[in-house]
Nanobody
Framework: QVQLVESGGGLVQPGGSLTLSCAAS????????MGWYRQAPGKQRELVAR??????SYADSVKGRFTISRDNTKNMVYLQMNSLKPEDTAVYYC?????????WGQGTQVTVSS
């Protein structure tokens, strides 16, 4: 059974930085794609960034501030978040697509506040 475990969330001041990590385990194969989503209170879960075959894509709201990267040797995905804003406050979820199934982590809280 595939498991995803996120880490790196926390409280940061506006303008600060955080790096989220997600480790995938339980499969002998590497996932086809990995990504990060977030869900703020009262809002729907939304895509933040995804990386597929080494090609990243980003939500417009985070372009130029967030960077997604992946270490295929460790089945890990990272999200470097810079210039954080209060509106980035949310629970951040990692996902991994092992065709044909999509798996999710349990989420990690990111709070941007002074």
């Amino acid at each position: 059974q595939v498991q995803l475990v996120e880490s790196g969330g926390g409280l940061v001041q506006p303008g600060g930085s955080l790096t989220l990590s997600c480790a995938a385990s339980g499969s002998m194969f590497s996932p086809n794609s990995m990504g990060w989503y977030r869900q703020a209170p009262g809002k729907q879960r939304e895509l933040v960034a995804r990386i597929t075959s080494g090609t990243p894509s980003y939500a417009d709201s985070v372009k130029g501030r967030f960077t997604i990267s992946r270490d295929n040797t460790k089945n890990m995905v990272y999200l470097q978040m810079n210039s954080l804003k209060p509106e980035d406050t949310a629970v951040y979820y990692c996902n991994a697509f092992y065709s044909p199934k999509l798996y999710w982590g349990q989420g990690t809280q990111v709070t941007v506040s002074s």
